[in-house]
């Protein structure tokens, strides 16, 4: 599959595994509405592939990344300062769908953290599934410090991935995380020395993934972010939905299989 040219994005194919790298180095990758355009775009065509392949799954994993010292910086608050709270709310409110989209993609993604997670690069980086972090990352939502709130989901996922405590606390003073305090708060999953051992690593988990169940993976996704804050009964009940869902597909029948004739599965996708 080829992406076309963004003007704000690299995008690179490698053993089924997407990696988009945000590139505005100049500006710390800070997100400007060409960089949400350019975001809504390539998450349209890597879903667009997805839904309409018939199980043959191109892409089983997503890498996002940023370009030089930065993973992203933040909103553009250079833009921002021209902006109407209208404008803010339509602003905002666009970057939650681009959120909404990475959650809704059918593989999972991994934010790799190269640096600055700031603001919205904090809130970008917690609408993947998972983080990894290099040494250098650090994270924070300094929003407060610029007379802000978060816009870009910050106040809905920080507190879920590190409690409501710890959420409070970074929210009110603006305070950042290095890579090892973020890791001990559960932002950060694992940690890597320097940013070519993060990609590597990303690049191993999606591997790992690629030789699961196509189908199962995504419907594990799908069931996580459907339950995620549920009351439990509520949360079972879709739990118990998705297993059923499950023993309709091919990838089923297929895994079950090769378990008892002591084979690899080779996956349908469907
Ligand atoms: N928006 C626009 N430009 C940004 C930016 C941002 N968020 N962050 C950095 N830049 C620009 C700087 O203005 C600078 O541009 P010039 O060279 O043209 O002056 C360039 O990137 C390099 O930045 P610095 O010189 O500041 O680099 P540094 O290494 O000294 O500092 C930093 C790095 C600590 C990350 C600092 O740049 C910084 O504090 N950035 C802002 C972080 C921030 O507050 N983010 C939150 C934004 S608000 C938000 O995101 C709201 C929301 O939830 C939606």
Redesign the pocket.
């Known amino acids: 599959m080829q992406f076309p040219a963004y003007a704000t994005l690299l995008t690179d194919i490698r053993d089924t595994v997407l990696t988009i790298t945000v590139n505005r180095p ?3 990758n ?3 509405s060409r960089v949400i355009e350019d975001l809504e775009h390539c998450l349209d065509a890597v879903s667009d592939v997805l839904t309409n392949d018939d199980g043959a799954w191109p892409v089983r994993g997503v890498i996002i990344t940023g370009a030089g ?2 993973f ?9 300062t021209a902006m109407s709270p209208d404008d803010a709310h339509a ?2 409110s666009r ?1 939650h769908q681009v959120t909404l989209a990475i959650e809704q993609l059918p593989v999972p993604v991994i934010a790799a953290v190269n ?2 997670a ?6 970008l980086a917690m609408a993947c599934d998972v983080i990894y972090a290099a040494s250098t990352a ?1 994270f ?4 407060v ?2 007379g ?7 106040s809905v996922r920080l507190p879920q991935y590190v409690g409501p405590g710890l959420a409070r606390e970074l929210l009110f003073t ?1 305070r ?1 995380l290095d890579a090892g305090e973020a890791q001990r708060a559960g932002l950060v999953t694992a940690l890597f020395d320097t940013v070519d051992d993060l990609l590597d690593g990303a690049h191993s988990t999606l591997a790992l993934v690629a030789r699961q169940s196509p189908a199962a993976v995504a419907l594990v996704k799908r069931t996580l972010i459907a339950t995620l804050g549920l009351p439990t009964d509520e949360g079972l009940a879709i739990e118990a939905e998705s297993f059923r869902t499950a023993f309709a597909t091919e990838d089923k029948a297929e895994g079950t299989r090769a378990f008892l004739a002591k084979e690899h599965p080779s996956f349908p996708g469907r």
């Open positions: 100049d500006a710390l800070a997100l400007s010292k930065a992203v910086a933040g909103a553009d608050i250079r833009e921002m602003y905002s970057m640096g600055f700031l603001g919205g690069g904090c809130e650090s924070g939502q300094p929003e410090s610029l802000l709130v978060p816009g870009f989901g910050g603006g950042r």
